[in-house]
């Protein structure tokens, strides 16, 4: 019955907190069984440290096992709300990435792997080697980890790394991603990449010349609207910025200057 087991099914038993019996061991307990008088006997290994970690036991094994289960319903509200924490003020692309390395690791963690680098975000779960039972424990997993409730039929509804990173990102990412706060996230990484910098003068025009394109654009997007009541005139008269390519805003910065 066991002769097809995988390392890996070895691996997600005992994790569940059954240790594989050795032959020698199942024939022990069969015999122990055999001189029992008790109506049922259950030959199994448990490892109690095991289950524990798991939260809340089953109802089977309440008996045996104590956990302290305010504290671990606590420590899975941290664990949710520091992963909801760092995708706070990402972009999309950015918040995907960290989802993804997320799921990679949950998925070689499952599966035995050493790393989850190696997981093909395109590759189909079955493909990869899941089957119902592993299923179950990924979504359980990432249940833990993002603090929201994931079908049993998870890997069967998105049935790729790509298409269940898409899922979970668009449940747990903020609804501001690309609000206000989002943008000055960003600005605030950009003003750290100027720190230690070494740029040549040609670059350092550049980009000096695409931070006045934003900022005039910023100004325009005040003037047209954003800051009601503002009174002061636009010294670049009739200039439409919503409208102007960055190749015509970059035209009138060099008129303004005196560049062209």
């Known amino acids: 019955m066991t002769g097809t087991l995988t390392d890996a099914d070895r691996q997600r038993i005992a994790r569940q907190g059954m240790p594989p019996l050795s032959a020698e061991q199942g024939v022990a ?14 030959p199994v290994r448990l490892d109690l440290a095991a289950l524990r970690a798991q939260g809340e036991p ?3 094994l309440r008996g045996l096992i104590r956990t302290p289960g305010r504290r671990t319903a606590a420590a899975d509200g941290d664990s949710a709300a520091a992963f909801a924490r760092r995708l706070a003020g990402l972009s999309v692309a950015e918040g995907r990435e960290v989802v993804l390395d997320a799921v990679r690791a949950q998925v070689a963690a499952v599966l035995g792997h050493t790393g989850g680098t190696e997981i093909d975000q395109d590759r189909a779960f079955l493909d990869l080697g899941f089957d119902s039972l592993t299923a179950v424990e990924l979504r359980n997993r990432l249940s833990d980890l993002t603090g929201i409730r994931l079908p049993a039929t998870l890997l069967f509804d998105h049935p790729t790394p790509a298409e269940l990173v898409d899922h979970v990102h668009a449940r747990i990412a903020p609804e501001s991603s690309s609000g206000p706060e989002a943008l000055l996230g960003e600005l605030m990484r950009l003003e750290k990449t100027f ?3 070494d740029v040549t003068a040609e670059v350092h025009k550049q980009i000096a ?3 006045e394109v934003l900022t005039a654009k910023w100004d325009a997007l005040r003037d047209s609207g954003g800051a009601a009541g503002h009174e002061e005139s636009s010294p670049d008269g009739d200039f439409d910025f919503e409208s102007a390519s960055d190749d015509e805003v970059f035209d009138l910065l060099d008129n303004e200057l005196g560049l062209s």
């Open 29 to 42: 307990l069969f015999d122990a069984a055999l001189g029992t008088t008790q109506p049922m006997a259950l």
């Open 58 to 60: 089953q109802p089977l």
């Open 195 to 197: 720190g230690g910098l």
């Open 209 to 211: 010349g695409r931070l």
